[in-house]
T-cell receptor, first 115, second 115 residues
Framework: ETGVTQTPRHLVMGMTNKKSLKCEQH?????MYWYKQSAKKPLELMFV???????ENNSVPSRFSPECPNSSHLFLHLHTLQPEDSALYLC??????????????FGPGTRLTVL | DQQVKQNSPSLSVQEGRISILNCDYT??????FLWYKKYPAEGPTFLIS?????DKNEDGRFTVFLNKSAKHLSLHIVPSQPGDSAVYFC??????????????FGQGTILTVHP
């Protein structure tokens, strides 16, 4: 596997379900990110992890719970979601240090539908 | 308040001609700018970037121009090819402090290159 992988690619869940999205990066990066892309909206940053520590929570509701056990893996645990949470969830990774290394590399995304 | 704006939702270009995609930003703290390309059902792919200490960066058929005084950047693709048809996102970041790792994206421009 190379680059940034995400599973599952598609997920349909009810509002009472609990599910998790998984992201893995094979690039040797130490920063990982979760983004949300809703229809006709820009990508919205949700969470940032640097060296496994959360450094940014962009006012995300608590029904989204991230977990970063190590620099290569990132999870997004979902529970009691709302239909408006249906979106494409993208994971990305990057080096940290200077702006020149800020280039983020994205996974293919998980298309989430909440019924 | 959208800090990065791509005011053209779509652009149609003939194969072989130049494609010019535009992006405006409002935050004067942004010092690193990136362009991503996105195909359907895939995550964004990094294309080219520019630091605020430069006004031009070129990589093959792709050139990014930065006009700091106008807070404007553009991506030129020449010659355009049908395979360039995708959604193009402009993104910006500010180095250091609590802004580190935060990419702010524009809404995207759909480029269609006709054979």
């Amino acid at each position: 596997e190379t680059g940034v992988t995400q599973t599952p690619r598609h997920l349909v869940m009810g509002m009472t379900n609990k599910k998790s999205l998984k992201c893995e990066q094979h690039l040797g990066h130490n920063a990982m990110y979760w983004y949300k892309q809703s229809a006709k909206k820009p990508l919205e940053l949700m969470f940032v992890y640097n060296f496994k520590e959360q450094t940014e929570n962009n006012s995300v509701p608590s029904r989204f719970s991230p977990e970063c056990p190590n620099s290569s893996h990132l999870f997004l645990h979902l529970h009691t979601l709302q239909p408006e949470d249906s979106a494409l969830y993208l994971c990305a990774s990057s080096h940290t240090g200077t702006s020149d290394l800020d280039t983020q590399y994205f996974g293919p995304g998980t298309r989430l539908t909440v019924l | 308040d959208q800090q990065v704006k791509q005011n053209s939702p779509s652009l149609s270009v003939q194969e072989g001609r130049i494609s010019i995609l535009n992006c405006d930003y409002t935050n004067s703290m942004f010092d690193y700018f990136l362009w991503y390309k996105k195909y359907p059902a895939e995550g964004p792919t990094f294309l080219i970037s520019i630091s605020s200490i430069k006004d031009k960066n070129e990589d093959g058929r792709f050139t990014v121009f930065l006009n700091k005084s106008a807070k404007h950047l553009s991506l030129h693709i020449v010659p355009s090819q049908p395979g360039d048809s995708a959604v193009y996102f402009c993104a910006a970041s500010a180095a250091g402090g609590t802004s580190y790792g935060k990419l702010t994206f524009g809404q995207g421009t759909i480029l269609t290159v006709h054979p």
